[in-house]
């Protein structure tokens, strides 16, 4: 327990700072509220307009999906860990190769914590809106349906559990991009495009055409939002399920494994400057 | 066997370079030009157990670098090091969690958390038992007077309070070696004495080794027994403060106001160093010409209204050492 004692309290001390930002906690919520209503009209009007009966997901599946997404968006690696990005813009970095810490598992430990207390009150009050709120309001059609059953509900947990592991790992890597280039910019735009798309973020993966169905399956962002949410509303069932969770610890430690050579790498060459 | 023994360690970096201007940013992208920086040419010294080194030298001439590879932030391009028998770049977790850091010009606590937070989350990071860490803490707010600022978060302290809440984190895990790279820098007088004041008692009553870099000859004067002055990357001195003080810090100055216009002056061991009027600044050798020799010779010569002999500004005699041996910042 003792080897486990600096990570464990690097991720406490991250969430409970991160906790402390009600305001950026309550407009993100705001935002994620606005956008997933657009996105549930616009589902809703696509639907209706189109041959739904052969659509992989039905309409509130979808809508479920939406609300899931926006909820737990805050899961999702936007880019690097704006600690990590101070750090290295100031110098402060030095102080973390001064600790008798592995340097990768510190920041991950840290990224970790940054986005899983970013997103618990943010999901939370989006099940309030979405899921309690919205069907007591009579729009049960637009809401937030439970999950398919206990079971799913529990592979649901688990594969949430991946999230958070493959997230901070890629959030990781890109913290090892920022160190290598000194900039926060070109990596966090870069991830941006590729996650809002490739996540399912966008459009739920199953409304893309059939033949592209095997790629966006196996490929690392669909660990992120579109596998865990299958998975809720029992879309992926069984053998498919445990694929998918299967393929979101594959990633992970794929991302860790290489996000740990590279981060080796570049502290070999590290340069402080100044003082 | 000394806790620090540093072997023709060097460090050089490459930095890109490009013309100004928007032809030159232009030309930049496709074509890059590097320049190779040594800051550090061959560095040699030991350190035994419980000595308090100095490191004086203008910016840019490889303090910090120095204590960046011994304390295991950088790696050096060559030489050896060993602290304690580790290699710091090589065995730098092991390393790390025996030695303090405290940078002046940098935080280790966490902004956004109350100091003792800050502590406590130290206290994980060094895997340190809890009734030790519950000691060492209380010891070092009594100390450095802390106990008013625990509860804050650290971006509200000044920066004096900081600072001593800076040293008190590098101290929670109890290092045997301290390196404090500019510790005092922006402090107003009453913070620099207290840091002072709190360097010497732990080098004393502990046996703490420090490494000290400053540009505060004060610092120096009041704490370092031993002084390194480095410059351009390599080690232009290396002796007891007393040494250096009357080897390079020697030198008198003599002003002197004449009833007319200024004379030359051409006596053995005396320089000119302003001219104004009727009045004239000189730097003397006392080793070379005594100050009543020197003031005979004048007063005997010359008709002169007053004179009196004053010990430079440190800063001045250590900025002309840097000059004499090329070491000023490029």
């Given at each position: 327990m003792d080897a486990a004692r600096p990570y464990l309290a690097a991720f406490a001390a991250r969430f409970q700072q991160m906790l402390q930002y009600r305001a950026a906690a309550l407009a993100g919520f705001a935002t994620q509220c606005w956008w997933g209503a657009i996105k549930v009209m616009i589902y809703t009007a696509f639907f209706h307009a189109g041959r739904h009966d052969a659509s992989p997901i039905s309409l509130g599946q979808t809508i479920t999906y939406t609300w899931l997404a926006q909820g737990f968006l805050a899961l999702n690696p936007w880019g690097g860990d704006p600690d990590v990005a101070a750090a290295v813009r100031t110098g402060a970095v030095s102080y973390d190769r001064l600790r008798p810490v592995d340097g990768y598992a510190w920041w991950y430990a840290r990224a970790a914590g940054w986005m899983t207390a970013r997103a618990v009150p943010r999901a939370a009050l989006m099940f309030l809106t979405a899921g309690i709120a919205l069907p007591l309001l009579g729009f049960g059609a637009w809401s937030w349906r439970p999950p398919a059953d206990l079971a799913q509900a529990g592979l649901f947990a688990l594969s949430m559990l991946l999230v958070v592991a493959l997230s901070s790992a890629i959030v990781n890597l890109t913290n090892v991009i920022i160190a290598a280039t000194l900039t926060d910019r070109g990596a966090n735009i870069l991830m941006g495009p590729l996650l809002i798309v490739f996540s399912g973020n966008l459009l739920p993966l199953r409304l893309f055409p059939d033949w592209a169905q095997t790629a966006l399956f196996v490929q690392p962002f669909a660990g992120l939002v579109d596998i865990p949410f299958r998975i809720y509303f029992g879309d992926l069932t069984g053998a498919g399920a445990w694929a998918g969770l299967g393929l979101q610890a594959f990633w992970t430690l794929a991302f860790v494994a290489g996000g740990h050579a590279w981060m080796s790498r570049v502290m070999a060459r590290l340069q402080v400057q100044g003082g | 066997m000394p806790q620090i023994l540093v072997e023709e360690l060097s460090k050089s970096y490459r930095v890109a370079e490009r013309d100004s201007g928007v032809l030159g940013a232009v030309t930049g992208l496709f074509h890059r030009r590097w320049r190779t920086i040594e800051a550090l040419k061959g560095v040699s010294f030991a350190l035994e157990e419980g000595e308090l080194l100095g490191f004086i030298g203008p910016n840019g001439a490889g303090k910090s670098t120095t204590i960046k590879i011994l304390s295991g932030i950088l790696e050096p391009s060559g030489g050896t090091c060993t602290v304690d028998g580790l290699t710091p770049w090589k065995d730098r977790v092991k390393h790390v969690g025996h030695v303090g850091v405290v940078f002046g010009q940098r935080t280790q606590l966490w902004w956004d958390l109350p100091v003792i937070e800050g502590f406590d989350l130290l206290r994980d990071i060094y895997r340190v038992p809890p009734d030790r860490y519950a000691r060492t803490r209380d010891e070092m707010v009594a100390l450095l007077k802390l106990d008013r600022l625990l509860?804050?978060?650290?971006?509200?302290?000044s920066l004096g309070q900081r600072m001593r809440c800076e040293i008190a984190a590098a101290m929670l895990h109890e290092p045997r070696l301290l390196f404090l790279d500019e510790p005092t820098i922006g402090l107003d007088a009453t913070s620099k004495l207290a840091v002072r004041e709190f360097v010497a008692r732990l080098n004393r009553e502990r046996g703490v080794t420090v490494i000290l870099t400053t540009h505060d000859m004060h610092d120096i004067e009041a704490l370092a027994e031993r002084v390194i002055v480095i410059g351009n990357g390599t080690i232009l001195a290396d002796q007891s403060f007393e040494a250096l003080r009357a080897g390079v810090f020697a030198e008198r100055r003599l002003y002197v106001d004449f009833a007319g216009e200024a004379p030359e002056i051409e006596i053995p061991g005396v320089t000119v160093l302003a001219r104004d009027g009727r009045s004239l600044e000189l730097a003397f050798d006392p080793k070379i010409v005594t100050a009543p020799k020197l003031i005979g010779e004048i007063a005997a010569a010359h008709a002169v209204d007053d004179i009196h002999v004053m010990e430079p500004a440190i800063e001045e005699v250590i900025a002309r050492f840097y000059d004499l041996h090329g070491a000023g910042e490029a």
């Open positions: - | 509860d804050q978060p650290v971006r509200q302290l």
